[in-house]
């Protein structure tokens, strides 16, 4: 009977692994991972054990080196230390001949963090250099950053906090890129750590209720009482030891039901707050089951020596020489251990890490500053060039106001020498229009006038635009071949023929003359006019808007209304001095 509960028991047991692989077939490895990391952080061993190992199988199956890799790399998290290694060092096997991915640079650094985990931080940083080093030769910033917080963590181990903030701050604020929710949220719990040591408590309160206000802080209890526990460091800084130990108390009762090292660090602060609060047996008690504990683990981190330090002197007061020699055969036993680590950490961080980042760092000035060189030599070439363009503009400019200068003040001795003689027909004759003298026309054409047309509509037609010139008709807005032709009696085909044969120009051409005309001559004579604005002047001279008549001042005389106007005054003024 027994037998049949135990095959049930059996069969049950496999049908519900059975149908936790079936469950798993839809995802992707992306989706596998994320639920993996999910389940780990949350202390959810079985199921994250069971994702790690279908992970593998499917990507043995699929036969994909890197997912494989990636998959001995989940499984390592839930193994004891040999055989976490021993996964860790088939990564390196299956990538050995893998190119352009995280490998080998990051089976360096899973080492790294696997030896830092289990209290060999002489090998964890000799494997976080190593996986720097290849990501650095590959290029990958993200396994870059890993190393970097990494070794950052030894330094702050070391106390030298104020570097390893350096980092961390560097990384929670510029990392978004390369971490993740997770990851981000472990540099501001780091960077809370460094900031207590160094006393910087207003900007670790920023940051631990930044972070209690965080989503994963509702949704991980892991990640909330790593807070709640610092929440205890802080107030023990402010020397508030009954509420620093309430906060330990609690992070202790969660971390030591997941056998997490946070229980050790609980209870060493747990203790400091009964020492704050004078109550030393309470004190010796967490001390004591703090060393019990690192005893069977082997586990230890510098401030060991005050708890060792406390308890001696505790029983050489209490007289109790045989747990005072205990204690202070526990003391040398840690002491001797941490100054090994101590020792080699701070001369080879300096030496393998800080040395090499500060040679890279002085690589990067060089390049930098030959870099500002040359910007600094292109810039100068640059604005050489366009002081050279700016002078040649400047130079073209002068030239042609020059021309300008010129063109008006002969236009200014034609007006006037035509206004000064217009008593006299035949000199008024040659200088009827003063446009023509300056800018030459088309060549006279000859007589070629349709013989359909006879010569009495001509004499009419010719006369007709001699009255239409004589009373000043073409100042007039708005007209056109059309209407002119109606006003007097003709048609559009005759007007158009005799305009170009005896005028030697189109209707449009004949038309803008004689009002240049008459602009060039009433400027001379009326200051009153020269005062208007441009916009008045071209409406007087029967133009739809400024522009179409700065244009065709312009296009005629080869110079600007504005330098026509200015010379005129400037002979007016020299007039009068003289």
Do not use: W
Request: hydrophobic share 35%; proline share 1%; charged share 25%.
């Amino acid at each position: 009977m027994k037998a049949l509960f135990l095959f049930i028991f059996l069969s049950n047991l496999y049908c519900a692994q059975n149908n936790k692989i079936d469950s798993l077939k839809t995802f992707s490895y992306k989706e596998l991972k994320d639920k993996f990391y999910n389940y780990y952080e949350n202390i959810k061993t079985d199921q994250s054990k069971v994702i790690a190992q279908y992970y593998l199988q499917k990507a043995k199956k699929e036969q994909n080196a890197l997912q494989i890799a990636d998959g001995y790399v989940l499984i390592h998290f839930n193994e004891n230390f040999s055989n976490a290694l021993k996964y860790l060092d088939s990564t390196a096997t299956v990538t050995k001949n893998l190119k352009g991915t995280k490998y080998p640079s990051q089976t360096y650094l899973m080492k790294g963090n696997l030896y830092y985990k289990h209290d060999n931080l002489k090998k964890a940083l000799d494997n976080y250099i190593l996986g720097l080093q290849y990501a650095k030769a590959q290029k990958d910033p993200q396994q870059i950053a890993y190393a970097n917080m990494d070794i950052a963590y030894l330094n702050s181990y070391i106390g030298k906090n104020a570097d390893a903030a350096k980092t961390f701050r560097y990384y929670l604020y510029n990392g978004n890129d390369i971490t993740d929710e997770s990851q981000h949220n472990q540099m501001r719990i780091s960077l809370i750590y460094c900031y207590i040591e160094l006393n910087k408590l207003d900007s670790a309160n920023i940051l631990i209720k930044e972070g209690l206000k965080a989503p994963l802080a509702f949704t991980n209890k892991y990640v909330h009482h790593q807070y709640i526990y610092y929440v205890g460091a802080y107030n023990l800084k402010l020397k508030k030891y009954d509420i620093a130990a309430k906060n330990f108390i609690a992070a202790y009762k969660y971390f030591s039901g997941i056998q997490d090292q946070n229980m050790n660090y609980s209870l060493l602060n747990i203790g400091k707050s009964y020492e704050g609060l004078k109550d030393k047996t309470k004190a010796v008690e967490n001390y004591t089951k703090l060393d019990s504990i690192i005893s069977k683990s082997g586990y230890t981190f510098p401030e060991l020596r005050d708890v060792y330090t406390f308890l001696i002197d505790y029983y050489k007061e209490n007289n109790d020489k045989e747990k005072q020699l205990y204690y202070i055969e526990r003391f040398l036993k840690v002491d001797h251990k941490l100054d090994e680590q101590f020792k080699y950490l701070s001369t080879e961080i300096p030496r393998k890490y800080d040395t090499p980042n500060l040679l890279q760092e002085k690589e990067n000035i060089i390049g930098e500053l030959k870099m500002r060189k040359k910007i600094l030599y292109l810039s100068i070439s640059i604005l050489f060039l366009i002081l050279i363009f700016i002078t040649y503009l400047y130079y073209k400019t002068k030239k042609t106001e020059r021309q300008h200068r010129k063109i008006a003040q002969d236009l200014i001795n034609l007006v006037e020498k035509r206004n000064n003689e217009e008593n006299n027909i035949e000199d008024k004759a040659n200088d009827l229009e003063i446009i023509n003298m300056l800018i030459p026309e088309p060549a006279e054409q000859d007589d070629k006038t349709s013989k359909t047309i006879s010569e009495e509509v001509t004499d009419f037609i010719l006369q007709e635009l001699k009255i239409f010139e004589s009373k000043e008709l073409f100042l007039k807005k708005g007209i056109t071949l059309a209407n002119l032709a109606k006003s007097i009696k003709t048609n559009t085909a005759y007007l158009s023929e005799i305009i170009n044969t005896h005028k030697g120009k189109n209707f449009a051409s004949y038309l803008n003359d004689l009002r240049i005309d008459f602009a060039l001559n009433r400027l001379v004579k009326d200051k009153k006019f020269r005062s208007y604005k441009l916009s008045v002047i071209a409406e007087e001279l029967g133009y739809n808007n400024e522009q179409a008549f700065s244009l065709a001042f312009k296009k005629k005389t080869g110079t600007t209304l504005s330098m026509y106007i200015k010379e005129i005054d400037s002979l007016n003024d020299l007039k009068k001095i003289n």
